[in-house]
């Protein structure tokens, strides 16, 4: 299976990325992104853009791959409405169309979080937004898409978040994860766990295509 990979820089990249390059199925990774990760390795190759929502200059780079693990995304603490939409929404959709022309048989995995609202009218501005990627993504016409909604996500081998608050709140907790995990399996996942779930999901699928925090244990 050959993987592109969004957000590579980020803690949940960062994980789904090391599994990846463990997973003896998976030949080839492109990691595209605003900056590279600076991980060298003899399955990855690494395409950085000044603008990931506009690819038009990479495409080339962007062929025969058969599932994108999208792990580009941010918190929307401190956002409006409209920016949090223009990440979220508009760069997503935008890769998204243009991985969907140049493989019509691919597979897109997106991270969302727990709580989003497919209704996409809640109350809560980050979830509608999150709802309306989702949902816009499930209906493009990937072979499959699949929608993972991790609550608390626990950071492993060294790996760290590109958000200073969740940084911070990560150095806090560490000593209180593996208790937290014990006690809450269903809402706590790893990086490392959530990263070798959706390459499973993407290599060999899932009955739902929405996965929700308590799933992920269970992929
Ligand atoms: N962390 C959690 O506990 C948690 C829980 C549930 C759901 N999630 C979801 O998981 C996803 C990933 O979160 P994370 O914790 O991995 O975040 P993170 O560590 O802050 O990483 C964010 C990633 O998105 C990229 N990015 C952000 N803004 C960008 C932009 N304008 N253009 C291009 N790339 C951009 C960053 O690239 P740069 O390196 O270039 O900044 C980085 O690769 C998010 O959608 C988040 O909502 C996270």
Redesign the pocket.
């Known amino acids: 299976m050959n993987v592109v990979l969004f957000?590579?820089?980020?803690?949940?990249?960062q994980g789904a990325l090391r599994e990846c390059l463990l997973d003896e199925g998976v030949h080839r990774v492109l990691a595209v992104?605003?900056?590279a990760t600076g991980q060298r390795h003899e399955k990855l190759r690494e395409v950085v853009v000044p603008d990931?929502a506009d690819l038009s200059a990479v495409e080339g780079e962007l062929v025969g791959f058969d599932a994108c693990l999208f792990?580009?995304?941010?918190?929307s603490a401190g956002m409006s409405e409209a920016d949090y939409t223009r990440?979220?929404v508009d760069?997503t959709l935008a890769v998204a169309r243009t991985l969907l022309r140049l493989n019509p048989e691919m597979t897109f995995v997106f991270?969302?979080?727990?709580g989003t609202d497919g209704s996409e009218r809640g109350r809560v501005m980050w979830a509608r937004v999150k709802g309306k990627a989702e949902n816009a993504l499930l209906g493009m016409g990937f072979r499959a898409a699949y929608m993972f909604r991790?609550?608390?996500?626990v950071p492993m081998h060294g790996i760290t978040?590109?958000?200073r608050w969740?940084r911070i709140a990560n150095t806090v907790l560490k000593p209180v994860f593996p208790a937290l995990k014990a006690l809450l399996p269903s809402y706590v996942t790893t990086t490392e766990q959530l990263g070798r779930a959706m390459l499973k999901v993407a290599r060999e699928g899932y009955p739902k295509t929405v996965i929700e925090a308590r799933d992920i244990p269970r992929v």
């Open positions: 957000g590579a820089t980020g803690m949940v990249g992104g605003r900056a990931v792990c580009l995304g941010v918190s990440l979220t760069l991270v969302s979080g727990t991790p609550a608390a996500i978040s590109r958000t969740i």
